[in-house]
DNA sequence: TTTATTAGTTACACACGTGTTACTTTGGTG
DNA sequence: CACCAAAGTAACACGTGTGTAACTAATAAA
């Protein structure tokens, strides 16, 4: 019963997503959203109370997808396959990192919401632990040196994902070369 | 004559400083920047026609700092020194980094801003050249294939400053491992 | 001490963002 | 066809941000 819906969940996620990266989080706005939809603001209230628990939605969402990306990763690879196969789909995720980056600067407005904010994080973690197996077994086969601090190596990681390629180089030699600077820094072989 | 400041140029500059980094741009407004001075909203506009005009100057000042200290390097010393030296004023300019980065979005409210914007982005390529003739001088001395593309190394060794030190490391250390990281990247030696 | 000048404050008008309420539209069901 | 329920809209109240204008306070010079 009732009438015919003017933007389905998906068109909602789609609209959110291109906003939030277009706009950051402190640009987005239920008025741009909408517009976006084409709708009044107030329709989209109708489906959730308020601005934040619709964006804590939308990045458990996120969230769980980049997850699951993650973890489907093939273990009994190599550790350079292993290592250009996570590059490539953390590459599909760039702007996912970002925009979960976000999500603790959202307000606790609601109880709900510091909620799913600590679900997120717990998430977060999640995330990781692929990119953790992968440094454990490097470790273990030579590549790099156990001494070394594991949260150092994943932060380097994660940041040398976020160069910018102001070169304009091809996707893929693109990569290999993020590839290359990982494994061997800026040094001549 | 006239009476005497509750405020110098240096507290203004401070305050934006501070409150910039604690909220970011977007969360920047004109009446905590008030409230850090102890000083009516008003009191700012006395000195400022609009919040704009204050960010840019506020940034030109921050970006001639920067282009000194990072173009007082000494060219005479070692690569490898060269580049400690170099990484030791950057972790000097760590918020800076980030601050600078949010000039393209202030808007364009007066021709003023416009301008000082392009000036901006002028001085951006200034703060660069240091690198890039660190860069040039590894590719020189066989430290750096030549064949390799120097925004890359550039953008790179942008974002390995920005590594967030998770694991407490002490600054000096923390230092060493970066520029272990940019050399040689994960790998075991 | 009077006065000019500069610094600062209070109060206003305006714009825009949020969330709610009362109303309208539209489609299926008895 | 009547009417009910879901979906949507318009309009309101409220908060907060910006920039301005009229007023007040303090200080140095005449």
Chains 1, 2 share one sequence.
Do not use: C
């Amino acid at each position: 019963m009732g009438r015919d819906k003017k933007f389905s969940t998906h068109d909602l996620w789609q609209a959110t997503h291109e906003l939030i990266v277009e706009t950051g989080y402190q640009g987005f706005t239920m008025s741009l959203l909408a517009a976006k939809l084409h709708v009044s603001r107030a329709a989209i209230y109708k489906h959730y109370p308020n601005k934040e628990e619709l964006l804590i939605d939308f990045m458990v969402e996120k969230m769980r997808y980049s997850v699951t990306l993650l973890s489907e990763i093939d273990f009994t690879q190599s550790f350079e396959h292993q290592l250009r196969d996570l590059l490539e789909r953390m590459f599909q995720l760039k702007d996912l990192h970002q925009i979960l980056g976000m999500a603790s600067t959202i307000e606790d407005v609601s109880p709900v919401i510091t909620e799913k904010k600590q679900v997120l994080s717990a998430m977060h973690h999640e995330l990781y632990t692929p990119l953790n197996q992968l440094i454990t077994k490097g470790k273990e086969q030579g590549f790099i040196d156990p001494a070394r601090n594991n949260f150092l190596l994943l932060g380097f990681i994660f940041q040398t994902i976020d160069i910018p390629n102001h070169a304009g180089l091809p996707l893929d030699t693109f990569i290999a070369e993020i590839q290359a600077l990982i494994l061997h820094g800026i040094s001549n072989k």
